[in-house]
């Protein structure tokens, strides 16, 4: 059974940074790709796509949101993947959910929920103004 364990979560005031890790484990398979989704508190907010990469080309993709602000990388060897979040800000806010797709998914999918098929339990991430 494949496992998704987040790390890295926590308070940070506005223009702060912080580091999120995802260890994947339980694989059977190879992996395609893993990414990052959140959702915002309040029950409004549906799940948002973060950014996301492939764990063999290590090609990345970033929402709107996160471009210029947030790098994601991989440590294949260790089916890792880290989201370094910088100049955070309070719409941040959010549960931080890693997810991991088994199977190829065009590059236009790679930001669509129906792409993954693994999810973690999620990390907070707090951000004061």
């Known amino acids: 059974q494949i496992q998704l364990a987040e790390s890295g979560g926590g308070f940070v005031q506005d223009g702060g940074s912080l580091n999120l890790t995802c260890v994947a484990s339980g694989f059977k398979y190879g992996r395609y790709a893993m990414g990052w989704f959140r959702r915002a508190p309040g029950p409004e907010h549906e799940l948002e796509f973060v950014a996301a990469i492939t764990m063999n080309t290590g090609e990345t993709y970033y929402a709107d949101s996160a471009k210029g602000r947030f790098a994601i990388s991989r440590d294949s060897a260790k089916s890792a993947v880290h989201l370094q979040m910088n100049t955070l800000a309070p719409e941040d806010t959010a549960v931080y959910y890693c997810?991991?797709?088994?199977?190829?998914?065009?590059?236009?999918?790679?930001?669509?929920?129906?792409?993954?098929?693994?999810w973690g339990q999620g990390t907070q991430v707090a951000v004061s103004s």
């Open positions: 997810a991991h797709a088994r199977s190829p998914a065009p590059p236009h999918a790679m930001g669509q929920t129906v792409a993954y098929d693994d």
